[in-house]
């Protein structure tokens, strides 16, 4: 019972990225979803995160306007789409289930850390 991320790779600063988050084992409707990145040397931090029962968005002010996050729960997946990329958002990028009545909001405002089906993570690398 797990995410499980794909899409990463080397891009060349400007260049955009879209990943993916696939829910496996589990329904993708009973949560929210925080995409997370840590790069090496460095806390993890929240990305974005969107809602499941409204859709709202949310996203830390450096990815504001560069990264969006969407779902769909028909096919149990999440998507992070980051277009402008700069060498700053190298990291490895995870995503991860929001627990019930927790709200969405927290994955990019607070230290809140108890997350759930934590995938295996995808490598971004933005490098001329």
């Known amino acids: 019972v797990q995410f499980v991320e794909s899409g990463g790779g080397l891009v060349q600063p400007g260049g955009s990225l879209r990943l993916s988050c696939a829910a496996s084992?589990?329904?993708?409707?009973?949560?929210?979803v925080g995409w997370f990145r840590q790069a090496p040397g460095k806390e993890r931090e929240g990305v974005a995160s969107?809602?499941?029962?409204?859709?709202?968005?949310y996203y830390r002010n450096s990815v504001k306007g560069r990264f969006t996050i969407s779902r769909d729960n028909a096919k149990d997946t999440v998507y992070l789409e980051m277009n402008n990329l700069k060498p700053e958002d190298t990291a490895v990028y995870y995503c991860?289930?929001?627990?019930?009545?927790?709200?969405?909001?927290?994955?990019?405002?607070?230290?809140?850390?108890?997350?759930?089906?934590w995938g295996q993570g995808t490598q971004v690398t933005v490098s001329s």
């Open positions: 991860a289930a929001v627990p019930p009545n927790i709200h969405p909001i927290v994955v990019v405002t607070s230290s809140f850390d108890e997350y759930m089906h």
């Open positions: 969107i809602g499941n029962t409204d859709g709202r968005t």
């Open positions: 084992g589990f329904s993708l409707d009973d949560y929210a």
